[in-house]
C-alpha cells in the first residue's frame, strides 16, 4: 500500500475514542432506561416525552426549520399529549397533536412540510413508546423485548460491519453501513427473541418472527433518519449524547420498531385492550 492510499493514522485513534464513548454511554443510559422502563407509569411517561420533545427539537435542526415559536409550537403539545396519555386520555393526547400541527404549519415559514413531519415523527414515538408498556397483558416484557431486539441490532450491526466489511448496503444514504452489518444486527436480534423464549416469555417461532420483524424494521428506521440528514447536508442531529451524536440519531430505530410494535399489539387486541398483547403468543 503506497502512501497516497494509506488512511490516515489518527482515523483509528478517533474510532477507538468513538467507541469507548460508545460504551460509556450505553453502560448509563441503558440502565437507565431499562429502570424508568420497569416501573413505568409517570417515570416513564415523562422519559419518553422528553425524548420525544428532544426529538422533535434535533428534527427542525436537521430540516433547517429550527424557531423558538416553532419549536414550541411542536413542544408543548407533544408535552400535553404525554400528560393525557398519562391519564390514560389518549383522546386528549391525539386532540393536543393536532393543535401542535395546526400551529406548526402555520408557523413554519420554511419546509412546512418537513416541520410537520418532524412533529409526526415524535408523535408516532411517544404514543407508541406509552402504549406499549401499557399495556396491561405484558408492557414492561414487551418494552424490554423490543429496547433489546433495537439495541442488540445496533451493536450486532456496528461490530460485524466492522469487522467483516464487505459491499455496501445503500451507500447514497449511509456510506459506513454494509450488508454484513444487517445480517449481523439481524442475528443480534434472534438471539434475543431465543433469549425470551427460552426464559418462558413466550413460543419460539412467533418470538424469533416477532425479533426478525422489529430488527427489519428498526434498520430502516436508521436508514430513513440517515437519509433525512443526507437530504439536508446534516452529519448528526446534535451532540447530546457523546459518541452517538442526537437523540434521532440514537432512536431512529427504535422510533420504527416501537410503533410498529404498537400496530403489532393493537391488532392483537392488547395495548388496554382485552387481547393477548405484544407477547402473549
Keep these: ?41 409517570w417515570l416513564w411517561v415523562v422519559l419518553a416525552t422528553l425524548a420525544t420533545m428532544g426529538m422533535y427539537a434535533e428534527w427542525l435542526f436537521v430540516v433547517q426549520a429550527m424557531r423558538p415559536r416553532l419549536t414550541a409550537a411542536g413542544a408543548v ?27 406548526v404549519a402555520a408557523l413554519a415559514s420554511v419546509n412546512r412540510v418537513w416541520a410537520l413531519a418532524g412533529l409526526l ?12 408498556r401499557a399495556d396491561l397483558q405484558s408492557g414492561f416484557i414487551a418494552l424490554l423485548f ?3 431486539v433495537v439495541w442488540m441490532t445496533d451493536i450486532g450491526g456496528y ?14 444514504v449511509s456510506p459506513k453501513k454494509t450488508w454484513a452489518g444487517a445480517i449481523g444486527g439481524f442475528a443480534g436480534s434472534l438471539a434475543v427473541a431465543a433469549g425470551f423464549a ?23 428506521g436508521d436508514l430513513f433518519e440517515s437519509a433525512v440528514k443526507r437530504r439536508f447536508g446534516v452529519k448528526d442531529s446534535s451532540n447530546v449524547i457523546p459518541g452517538h451524536g442526537g437523540l434521532l440519531d440514537r432512536l ?5 420498531a ?24
Design 146 to 148: 423490543v429496547l433489546l
Design 1 to 41: 500500500m503506497t502512501p497516497q492510499q494509506a488512511p490516515p493514522a489518527g482515523n483509528d485513534v478517533r474510532d477507538s475514542r468513538n467507541l469507548m464513548l460508545r460504551i460509556l454511554a450505553g453502560a448509563v443510559l441503558a440502565p437507565l432506561t431499562i429502570a424508568a422502563a420497569y416501573f413505568g407509569g
Design 198 to 220: 427460552a426464559s418462558g416469555l413466550g413460543r419460539m417461532v412467533p418470538l424469533l418472527l416477532l425479533g426478525a420483524v422489529l430488527s427489519v424494521v428498526s434498520q430502516l
Design 77 to 103: 403539545p407533544l408535552a400535553a399529549a404525554g400528560a393525557a396519555l398519562a391519564l390514560g386520555l389518549s383522546g386528549w393526547a391525539l386532540l393536543a397533536i393536532a393543535v401542535g400541527l395546526v400551529a
Design 252 to 256: 431512529d430505530g427504535f422510533v420504527a
Design 121 to 132: 415523527y415524535a408523535a408516532a414515538a411517544l404514543f407508541g413508546a406509552v402504549l406499549v
Design 159 to 172: 461490530f460485524a460491519g466492522r469487522g467483516i466489511g464487505g459491499p455496501k448496503l445503500w451507500v447514497r
Design 258 to 281: 416501537i410503533v410498529m410494535a404498537a400496530v403489532i399489539g393493537v391488532m392483537r387486541g392488547g395495548l388496554d385492550g382485552a387481547g393477548r398483547g405484544l407477547m402473549m403468543w
